[in-house]
C-alpha cells in the first residue's frame, strides 16, 4: 500500500483542479461564444468568415440547435467551476460532466468517421473530450480515495 502524505495530496488536488479549471475555460468560451453567437460567433472565435448569411436555411433550425448544444457545453464549463469548490462533495457533478464530455466526443468521432477530418480544429476537442476528460475522472476517483 503506499502512503501519501498530506502535502503530496494537497499538491496533486491542486493540479488537478488547475486542470479542471482549464477544462472549463475550455467549455466556458466556445460555448459561449457558440451559444450566444451561433454559427457565426464560433465562426469569429476562429477568425473564419461568417458561416450563416440571412438569407441562409441554415440560419433557422440548424443554427438553433447548434446554439443550444452549445449552452450545455457552457453549462458543463459552469458545472465545472462549482465542483471546483470541495472536489470531494461534488462527485456526482463531476461524473454527470464528465460523461457528458465524452458522449459529445463519441459524437465528434461518428462525424469524423461519417464525414472524415473535415476540419483539423475538430481534432484536440476530440482527443480532449474521448481520452484527457475520461483519465480526469479515474484520476479523481483516486484523488477522492486517498482521504
Known amino acids: 500500500m503506499v502512503y501519501v502524505s498530506d502535502v503530496e495530496r494537497k499538491v496533486e488536488t491542486r493540479v488537478f483542479q488547475f486542470l479542471i479549471l482549464v477544462l472549463a475555460f475550455i467549455c466556458l468560451v466556445p460555448g459561449g461564444a457558440s451559444a450566444f453567437g451561433g454559427l457565426n460567433g464560433s465562426a469569429a472565435l476562429n477568425g473564419a468568415e461568417m458561416i450563416v448569411g440571412t438569407d441562409s436555411m441554415l440560419r433557422g433550425y440548424a443554427d438553433n440547435q447548434y446554439r443550444f448544444g452549445f449552452g450545455v457545453f457552457f453549462a458543463q464549463g459552469l ?69
Open 79 to 147: 458545472a465545472l467551476l462549482f465542483f471546483l469548490r470541495d472536489i470531494e462533495r461534488y462527485i456526482s457533478v463531476f461524473r454527470f460532466v464528465v460523461l457528458a464530455l465524452f458522449f459529445g466526443g463519441l459524437g465528434r468521432l461518428s462525424n469524423i468517421m461519417e464525414f472524415g477530418l473535415v476540419d483539423t480544429q475538430v481534432l484536440a476537442p476530440t482527443v480532449i473530450e474521448l481520452i484527457f476528460v475520461p483519465l480526469l475522472a479515474l484520476w479523481h476517483d483516486s484523488l477522492t480515495k486517498m482521504k
